[in-house]
């Protein structure tokens, strides 16, 4: 998977992926304005809500990695060795929230039932969920050019999934739903503290998940330095043959 041709058609699949994760965010977004503009809900607050969900947030974090990485690589990469720093420290980023996305949806949301007029569009939901995830997954495992990061990028992946639960907690309470009309929001059950278990249970999820990002989180980051030592061997390796066959 090391070749040119390799690497041509994994850059040109991520830049499809970014397209078809935008797509189907935008396919959704026409959805939820178009039921609010239908049942006479706040725009706005549909708008701003929408765009509250980790899953959507992480999603277009990813569709712009992703089609940022080919950019690059279709512009200026086709000779490098790796990815630029920035972009290799987003791309560990968008990776570890894309599988998040895709754990936390697929074992803990999928089977909830939504109220009237909030049900996803059905391919739009599952590119969202399952598919992008799943290329993310691809990706850390056999996607090219990837840089060796430090361990201390956890910082940066960590960074965004606090300050999105500090902000989901803070608005929670100041937002009125606009489909159920009660006097709060949060964008999943689980970090609702009115449900059945209260604080207890949100601070109880918000751990769980905290340290399911610092585990997939290290992984993504454990697993490209493996990578690319493996990728430092072999250079190495192949560099030492003519030295070897010449001394013959």
Same mark, same amino acid.
């Given at each position: ?9 994994? @850059? ?40 509250s969900?980790?899953t ?11 089609? #940022? ?26 990776? +570890? ?9 697929? +074992? ?5 039932e ?36 430090? #361990? ?12 999105w639960?500090? @902000? ?12 159920s ?9 689980f ?11 949100v ?17 993504v ?28």
């Amino acid at each position: 998977m090391g070749t040119t041709t390799w690497t041509r058609v994994w @850059y040109a699949a991520r830049a499809t992926m970014g397209a078809l994760i935008v797509a189907a965010i935008v396919r959704q977004l026409a959805a939820s304005i178009g039921t609010a503009i239908e049942r006479d809900r706040d725009l706005g607050v549909t708008i701003a809500n929408f765009f509250s969900f980790f899953t959507i947030l992480s999603n277009a974090a990813a569709a712009t990695v992703l089609l #940022w990485a080919a950019v690059w690589f279709f512009t200026r990469g086709r000779r490098a060795d790796a990815e630029p720093t920035g972009l290799a420290v987003a791309l560990g980023c968008v990776s +570890t929230y894309m599988i998040i996305t895709g754990i936390v949806y697929n +074992t803990l949301l999928r089977s909830i039932e939504l109220p009237q007029g909030s049900e996803p569009v059905w391919w739009s939901n599952e590119v969202l969920h399952l598919i992008g995830p799943l290329f993310l997954v691809a990706d850390v495992f056999v996607g090219p050019l990837r840089r060796a990061l430090p #361990w201390s990028s956890l910082w940066a992946i960590v960074a965004f999934p606090i300050a999105w639960v500090v @902000y989901t907690i803070i608005r929670g309470p100041l937002i009125t739903n606009p489909v159920s009309a009660d006097p709060f929001w949060y964008p999943y059950p689980f970090l609702n503290p009115n449900n059945p278990g209260g604080w207890p249970s949100v601070i109880l999820y918000v751990v769980g998940i905290a340290v399911a990002i610092i585990a997939v989180g290290a992984f993504v980051v454990w697993w490209g330095r493996r990578r690319a030592t493996g990728r430092l061997r072999s250079g190495e390796e192949a560099a030492s043959v003519p030295s070897s066959a010449a001394s013959r």
